[in-house]
């Protein structure tokens, strides 16, 4: 039999869950390219379903902070189209 003390047991409690890893990449993609603030607006749903299913304190930290970037690109990407459409 082996000897269960050299074993080496991973830790998966340190992970990030699926929704937060598409809000991270949602926020990403929208900060460069975000027609119509879709990518934004999917980007704070996914992070709001992030939070409410986060596991541990790091998920939940990148969720939090995905939620406030998103909610921040949707504000400058509807202000940048007002002021476009104003322009014309």
């Known amino acids: 039999m082996q000897d269960k003390a050299n074993e080496v047991v991973s830790n998966s409690n340190n992970k990030l869950g699926g929704f ?6 949602m926020a990403a993609i929208g900060f460069l390219l ?7 607006i999917m980007g704070t749903i996914f992070s709001g ?10 998920d939940k ?21 007002v002021n476009t459409m104003a322009a014309l």
């Open 20 to 25: 937060t890893i598409t809000a991270i990449v």
């Open 61 to 81: 930290t990148w969720a939090i902070i995905m939620l406030s970037l998103s909610v921040v690109e949707t504000l400058f990407w509807v202000g940048f189209m």
């Open 49 to 58: 379903i992030g939070i409410a299913h986060s596991s541990n304190n790091k």
């Open 34 to 40: 975000n027609p119509f603030c879709i990518l934004s």
